[in-house]
């Protein structure tokens, strides 16, 4: 009898054992998010930029946190979710030689700033985004309307300075407005069944002051405790051609940047959504200002900027 019980045990241990042995190599990510829930997610950015203008090097340090909810309001019968993203809170900081500049929503400290006036406009803003499970985009709306907020933020004192900040805020529209833009924060869900060691691409276009070309390669690195473990690698560039900043004629700059970029993604396997992520990147080149009849000879910025970029899920 106590041979038989003995047996069975190691059966069952056996047994036991080879199920846990049964680790999950294989995944089909897909942008899952339940219908009627709220997802909260922070992300923060510490940048330190150095650039050398007219002969003098100038060294800054910029942080910024910012706090987005995605209410998913409806799921359509080919499945594209409606989803309601609103700025919760956000927090600028800046250093540099000269002063440090700061706005926090939720202290209210440097509200009455000019950096408190404009980014004060986006809290409680929203957009709506109508996305697949493959984080492809159809619709954006809602952009416009923070952008046009964020220009009647600024006080304008003369017609010039108007149009200045109109054009700044149009250049910024073209380049994070778009529904291309939008698909870069849904890069990681792939066209396939994944297993450990997969790799797969994705490629973006920015236009805007500063046009840029960005590749994203990703390789599903593990499957562990219901995340998918994505290793990142980014390559940046700018688009050939001339700008322009406010303020000056158009196509009297140019922008020759490069840059590279690595991180890893935790992404929950049954709901898409993003657990926690990190990004280190470094971007070199300069910023040539073509000669005109008020500056002959021109300019060149040398730049240095160094980012990382965390992001983190929220309860």
Request: aromatic share 8%; proline share 3%.
């Amino acid at each position: 009898m106590k041979k038989s019980i003995f047996y069975v045990f190691l059966i069952a241990l056996c047994v036991s054992l080879t199920a846990c042995s049964k680790k999950q190599t294989s995944v089909d990510l897909r942008f899952r998010l339940e219908k009627g829930k709220t997802y909260k997610t922070i992300v923060n950015m510490e940048q330190e930029i150095e650039q050398t203008v007219m002969g003098m090097k100038q060294k800054m340090d910029q942080n910024m946190t910012m706090e987005y909810s995605y209410e998913v309001q409806d799921i359509d019968k080919e499945g594209y979710r409606k989803i309601k993203m609103t700025y919760d809170a956000l927090r600028f900081e800046q250093k540099n030689p000269m002063m440090t500049l700061l706005y926090d929503s939720k202290t209210k400290e440097g509200e009455d700033s000019v950096f408190g006036n404009i980014f004060g406009s986006m809290v409680g803003k929203n957009i709506y985004i109508t996305v697949n499970e493959k984080g492809k985009v159809s619709a954006v709306d809602g952009f416009d309307e923070i952008m046009k907020g964020m220009a009647n933020s600024v006080p304008a004192q003369t017609e010039q300075q108007k149009q200045m900040v109109e054009k700044m805020v149009q250049e910024q529209e073209k380049a994070f407005g778009s529904k291309e833009t939008f698909e870069k924060m849904f890069g990681m869900y792939a066209d396939k069944v994944l297993n450990i060691g997969d790799t797969w691409e994705t490629k973006m276009s920015m236009q805007g002051n500063f046009p840029m070309n960005t590749i994203n390669k990703f390789t599903l690195k593990d499957i562990v405790k219901g995340n998918a473990v994505i290793a990142v690698q980014v390559e940046i560039g700018s688009l050939d051609g001339k700008q322009s900043m406010p303020g000056m004629p158009d196509g009297s700059m140019k922008v020759s940047l490069k840059g590279t970029g690595t991180g890893e993604i935790l992404v929950d396997i049954d709901t898409g959504w993003i657990v926690s992520s990190t990004m280190d990147q470094i971007i070199d080149g300069e910023i040539v200002i073509l000669p005109t009849e008020e500056m002959p000879d021109g300019q060149k910025w040398p730049m240095h900027i160094v980012s990382k970029i965390t992001q983190k899920e929220s309860k």
